[in-house]
C-alpha cells in the first residue's frame, strides 16, 4: 500500500539553524500539507500546497518558513532560523483531489530545538 | 474559527472492555468529521469519517456518529484490544472544500491492558 515518508525521523538543531525537513507523498496525489504538534498541544495546521504555490496557511507559517516541491516526487518545508518554539512533531500529508479527499500522513519528523 | 474538543486523557483500560472517546466540535455549517489513529511509530491512520448529521462511521469495530445537535462525534468500541493501544484524534474539515485543511484536537492515548 502507498505511503507518505519523512525524512528524518528525529532532527536536532541549535536555535538559529535552518532546518529542511522531508517528505515523499504519494505518487499520484497532488495537494500536500505540513502540520505540527507541539508536546502536549493540539495538532496544528501549517500549509497546504497545489499546483507549485501555497493555497492556504495558518498564521504560524510566517516568513520564516518556506515550502518548496524540488522536483517530482519531494515536498520539502525549511524553517530558516530555528526558534525553541519550533520543537515539535511535524507531520506531512498528501490527497488525491480526484480520488478519495482524505489526507494520509506520513510518521512525522521530531525537531528538537536547542 | 473551527475548533475540536476532545476529553482527557489518558484512557487505561482492560481488554474486551467497552471504550467511549468523546469528542466535540465548533464549526459553522456541515464540517466532515474524522478519527484518524496513530499506532507507536508510524502516521495518522484515517480510522472513520461521516460526511452529513446522523451520519455513522465505522471501521475495525469502532464507531462514531455525526449529532448535529449535540455537535459531537464520540468515539466507541464494544470490546477492546491490546492492538487498539494507540493515540485517537478526532478532527474535522471545514465547508471550504475537500481538499481544505483539518482541524484536530489534542489525541488521547489509550492503552489497553491484557
Known amino acids: 500500500e502507498p505511503e507518505v515518508t519523512q525524512t528524518p525521523s528525529h532532527q536536532v538543531t541549535q536555535m538559529g539553524q535552518e532546518v529542511i525537513l522531508r517528505c515523499v507523498p504519494i505518487?499520484?496525489?497532488?495537494?500536500f500539507y505540513w502540520y505540527r504538534q507541539i508536546l502536549g498541544q493540539k495538532v496544528e495546521f501549517l500549509v497546504s500546497f497545489y499546483n507549485n504555490e501555497i493555497s492556504e496557511k495558518s498564521e504560524i507559517f510566517d516568513d520564516q518558513f518556506s515550502v518548496e516541491r524540488p522536483d517530482g516526487s519531494n515536498f520539502t518545508l525549511k524553517i530558516r532560523s530555528t526558534k525553541l518554539e519550533d520543537s515539535a512533531m511535524y507531520f506531512c500529508?498528501?490527497?488525491?483531489?480526484?480520488?478519495?479527499?482524505?489526507?494520509?500522513f506520513g510518521p512525522g519528523t521530531r525537531l528538537t530545538v536547542l | 474559527g473551527d475548533s475540536v474538543t476532545q476529553m482527557e486523557g489518558p484512557v487505561t483500560l482492560s481488554e474486551e472492555a467497552f471504550l467511549t472517546i468523546n469528542c466535540t466540535y465548533t464549526?459553522?455549517?456541515?464540517?466532515?468529521l474524522f478519527w484518524y489513529v496513530q499506532y507507536p511509530g508510524e502516521g495518522l491512520q484515517l480510522l472513520l469519517k461521516a460526511t452529513k448529521a446522523d451520519d455513522k462511521g465505522s471501521n475495525k469495530g469502532f464507531e462514531a456518529t455525526y449529532r448535529k445537535e449535540t455537535t459531537s462525534f464520540h468515539l466507541e468500541k464494544g470490546s477492546v484490544q491490546v492492538s487498539d493501544s494507540a493515540v485517537y484524534f478526532c478532527a474535522l474539515r471545514g465547508v471550504a472544500g475537500a481538499n481544505s485543511k483539518l482541524t484536530f484536537g489534542k489525541g488521547i492515548t489509550l492503552s489497553v491492558r491484557p
Open positions: 505518487s499520484n496525489h497532488l495537494y
Open positions: 500529508a498528501s490527497s488525491d483531489p480526484s480520488g478519495s479527499p482524505y489526507q494520509f
Open positions: 464549526a459553522t455549517g456541515y464540517p466532515s
